[in-house]
């Protein structure tokens, strides 16, 4: 798993390995990083040019360092310095020294339409509300050049830990970041700035706490997608029970068990008013459309998905909330819990809520440009864990644990996709794994399976639950032409 850091995080850690290095060497080590990156990008270093937009802090010192190596390997390049008299000494002593050309910011245009690579040093961790204006001009000057865009440590203008952008930010397409990946670069408009994340080691690892917030790679999420052995049976893998859609609008119901058996095909009841559609649909899933509690032993739940919002609707969230057994809960049924939240309130098995912003601001939280903090605010006050969908989607749960998932395209942000989601969390719930786990990984392979389709053109929920074991497939690292049976 990949460990979040928050700026004050590094900041204490760097305080610790600072105290036992000699001085300057944390920042060499950034800078050499910084500048071996540059190299790989640009393919050559005699030749190239290369424009610094370097403000006064650390950050900028990064900027000078790196640029100095590359000055020193026969690229042409040009520091453009926020503020001249505070830029960071050893640094642009470097940089000097090394050939660097150093203009004001007002002079830098003909340096930006040159250049084959811009590195952002105006702020890293230590930028904080919206970029001045000087230096938002200058970075809406990059932008308007042809050059790769390579952020130092954190894109300027993004807020390290929230992924918040107020204003004008730099829109880079590599981001180079030191000791450890800040939030900011993965969640909310901070992820659409930073374009590639690189880490470069720089020693903090020994200093950092543990992590409050992860992304998963395949490997972990594979890791909690354990395959059938040679003892289960239909029933323990884990059997999940799904309420959703109705008679007249079956598609949710039928979205959400195909998805359910696509993940863990164990065994999927249903129980709802959509039974016919999913029984055309899924001859494989056991079908009732009696109550929840007609069919038949469950593992977890799944509720809410095009169920509607009528008394009966209510009636049946509050059965399947009464159980003891994990639920998720979608769509209809957020809009009743934001009404009455009570019903999921600290419930003995966990709960599960997926919203999306509009649902996620019914219950009166935003959520705002902080979105792993929303979430873990939702999550804490209704003891549940909380999977709010975006770009990046937020896992939080009531203590604190989040996931920001990695997985994704634009394309999933068509209808029904969410029903998609329910049905995998719902299989994962089944199979008792930890809810919050449950939920990052069922983002994880969702937003895979989003990709799998998407590349064949642009996609619809049906096409998610088709290319669903595909997708898994690779999460596994399952190369598709090798039988998985086959010990290869
Ligand atoms: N502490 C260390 O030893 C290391 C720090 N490193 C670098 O140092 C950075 C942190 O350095 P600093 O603490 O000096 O802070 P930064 O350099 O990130 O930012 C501080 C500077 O930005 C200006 N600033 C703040 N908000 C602004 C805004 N909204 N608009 C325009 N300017 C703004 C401040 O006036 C100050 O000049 C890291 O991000 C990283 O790049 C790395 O060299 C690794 C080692
Ligand atoms: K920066």
Redesign the pocket.
Known sequence: MIGLFTAAEI?AA?ARL?AALPDGA??QR??TGLATVCLRLLGRSYGARVTLLV????????ALFAGARLASRGTQVTAALL?PE?AHEAGLTAFRRAGGRVVAPEAAGPALERADLVLDG???????????PD?AALVDRAAAGPALMVA???P??VDADTGAVDGAAFAATHTVT??AVKPGLVVGQGRGHAGEVHLIG?GLDEHLPAPAAWQLTDADAAARLPLPDADDDKYTQGVVGIVAGSATYPGAGVLCTGAALRTRPGLVRYAGTAADGVRAAWPEAIVTDGRPGDAGRVQAWVVGPGMGTDDDARSVLAEVLATDLPVLADADALTMLAREPDLARNRPAPTVLTPHDREFARFGYGPGSDRIGAARRLAADLGAVVLLKGEATVVADPGGTAFVNATGTPWLATAGTGDVLSGITGALLATGLPAVEAAAVAAHVHGRAGQVAAARGPLIAGDLVRHLPEAISRVRGVRPDRLPDSGA
């Open positions: 900041r760097e600072l944390l920042m950034a800078a403000g006064a802090g650390n950050n900028g010192g990064d503020a505070r105006i702020t890293g961790i230590g930028g904080s509300g919206g970029l001045r230096a130092v440590d954190v300027s203008g030191f000791g720089i």
